[in-house]
């Protein structure tokens, strides 16, 4: 650690653990979200089943599969809705050959790389398995499907669905975190600038982080950028930044094309939305990204992405792994 300058960290799924209640606003709005675009009245039946399904798995939009892949790209099991495929089946659709090799990438595959997409997984798997059972009341295709349930998730995100009731009672769907705000200014006192890099808005922020950290959240974090929009924070050195006013949250269109600009701007208050990666370093006077250690949940936007194009040092959450550890010593035993 002595040759990191600055720490950083993500919001959701990183600072700030979730329930299965936040999990449920979503999965209940694209319920509604669904019914409302057409679908039968049968999906207002379903019921969210999280133990089904973790990050890692990868979704085949053209079959209504889901797969869970070994290191090697090899699909070791597969499900076609709700129903697990055969050995022999599985191997037929994916093994791999000589002139064959699946590449399992977009746009015929989606990876469920973060935890917000569990229930998107969950409810193209249930509705997978009601159109076998009944074609003629879901004439779309799996991948239109996969679509439509991406956009009626996308949405609870976008209309209040899910962030309205979370600012009005956040002890019922985030998780207390008691050991945050010491771990925080124990980096600070050693001498670490503390950073908060996230895709959420300000006002959803503050929400959070008010339960998390209390009225002056503020303090523990030398920067705060809101509304970052990654992976494009990372990969676009043009995408604009703006001030955030924290009392209304209103935007002001700053510059910051040298160090000494970027310098000003943060004397003048740490609260930003947008951006992209040249701003970060110019606030936090960095020369190389390796001087960085990003903390994040999405494998590709926050862990990938950050380290192959600016060589920031990583840090991947991943609660899932001792249970992951524990079932392939199983099964190897």
Not at 31 to 55: C, H, N, T, W
Not at 260 to 267: H, I, N, P, T, V
Not at 308 to 332: A, F, I, N
Request: proline share 4%.
């Amino acid at each position: 650690m002595a040759q990191i300058q600055a720490v950083g960290f993500d919001l959701d799924y990183t600072l700030a653990e979730y329930k299965i209640a936040f999990d449920l606003l979503a999965y209940d709005g694209a319920v509604r979200k669904l019914i409302a675009m057409g679908y039968p009245k049968e999906v207002a039946s379903f019921k969210y089943d999280p133990k089904r399904y973790q990050r890692g798995l990868l979704i085949d939009k053209q079959r209504g599969n889901v797969l869970k892949l070994d290191r090697h790209k090899y699909v070791k099991v597969a499900y076609h809705g709700l129903s697990k495929l055969e050995s022999a089946e599985r191997k037929a659709i994916y093994a791999r050959s000589f002139e064959a090799q699946p590449t399992f990438s977009p746009p015929e595959y989606a990876s469920i790389d973060t935890d917000f997409l569990l229930v998107d997984v969950c409810l193209f798997c249930q509705l997978v398995d009601l159109k076998d059972r009944f074609p003629e009341q879901l004439l779309q295709s799996y991948a239109t499907i996969y679509q439509q349930v991406r956009r009626a998730v996308d949405l609870c995100h976008c209309d209040g669905e899910i962030k309205d009731p979370v600012a009005v009672e956040p002890a019922k769907y985030i998780y207390e975190s008691p050991e945050l705000a010491a771990m925080l200014s124990q980096l600070k006192l050693g001498g670490k600038q503390v950073f908060l890099l996230t895709n959420s808005l300000y006002d959803y922020t503050k929400v959070v982080l008010e339960f998390l950290l209390g009225p002056h959240w503020l303090n523990y974090f030398d920067l705060v950028i809101c509304g970052a929009r990654k992976p494009g924070f990372l990969l676009d050195p043009y995408l604009p930044i703006f001030r955030v006013n924290t009392a209304d949250a209103s935007l002001q269109n700053i510059e910051m094309g040298s160090e000494a600009l970027a310098q000003r701007a943060l004397s003048e208050g740490k609260v930003f939305q947008g951006g992209n990666w040249n701003h970060l370093h110019r606030m936090l006077r960095l020369q190389t990204g390796s001087a960085l250690m990003y903390v994040g949940d999405h494998m590709y936007s926050d862990i990938l992405r950050s380290k192959r194009t600016l060589g920031w040092r990583t840090v991947l959450m991943v609660p899932e792994l001792c249970h992951e550890v524990s079932m392939l010593e199983r099964s190897e035993g």
